[in-house]
């Protein structure tokens, strides 16, 4: 987010990414970088964040007390927004679902929303959905589908819009009612894997390759609550 008091940045990625990153910022702009938000503290995303050097950061509440190195100077706890340069960065925890220190910004007046992970848009979701609490994230595409945006910045797949959360919602559901009703009829998860029917979801990215493991992961969640 470029403002006239400098440049704020979010996930770093890793440390050669935020150098990239930092250079073009320096040359293209030659603006200072004031703030670094994160979206989460998952490693793939939060890593190399001492690049930016004396920056004011920013999490969710639930964040480590250091990621990767790098001190929290602010953590968000309700619905926050923080003015910097002229612009309003809306930052909104998502409560627990893909890692518990979730967090979506909007960028104002240009009403970009930045969410990472908990939609990808026009994808399913990564591989067996590790790790996740599968209610929690249909309560947080939930939330994302409160927010007030015209354009999605994911972290992972292609620029979105409300139209993506809606079918990530669907998707979840669609997934959970399929995998529900296999388990019910005494399918093993092989069996429900060879059998599942991706019908409107076919054409979305890495299903050939992810959707059977995310019946697994939904298999696994729903076995165990």
Do not use: C
């Not at 620029?159 to 559901?173: C, F, H, I, N």
């Amino acid at each position: 987010m470029v403002t006239e008091e400098g440049v704020v940045v979010t996930d770093p990625i890793n440390a050669a990414a935020a150098e990239w990153l930092k250079a073009e910022i320096d040359s293209r702009l030659g603006k200072p970088i004031t703030h670094l938000v994160y979206s989460h503290s998952h490693g793939d995303h939060a890593s190399g964040g001492t690049v930016f050097g004396d920056v004011h950061v920013i999490t969710e509440a639930n964040a480590p007390v250091e990621i990767d190195g790098v001190a929290v100077d602010q953590r968000i706890s309700e619905s926050t927004s923080v003015e910097v340069g002229g612009k309003t960065l809306e930052l909104v925890p998502l409560g627990p679902g893909h890692g518990t220190d979730m967090m979506a910004m909007v960028i104002r007046p240009e009403n970009v929303a930045f969410v990472v992970d908990v939609v990808s848009p026009g994808r399913v979701p990564y591989q067996d959905m590790p790790g996740a609490d599968l209610d929690g994230l249909a309560q947080q595409i939930e939330k994302v589908g409160t927010l007030d945006f015209e354009v999605l910045l994911p972290g992972h797949a292609k620029l979105g819009t409300m139209e993506d959360v809606t079918e990530a919602a669907e998707y979840l559901a669609w997934l959970r009612g399929e995998v529900q009703a296999g388990l019910n009829a005494g399918k093993s998860v092989e069996e429900i894997k060879a059998s599942i029917d991706w019908g409107p979801y076919a054409e979305m990215m890495m299903v050939q390759e992810w959707g059977p493991m995310n019946v697994e992961g939904m298999a696994r969640w729903l076995e165990a609550n």
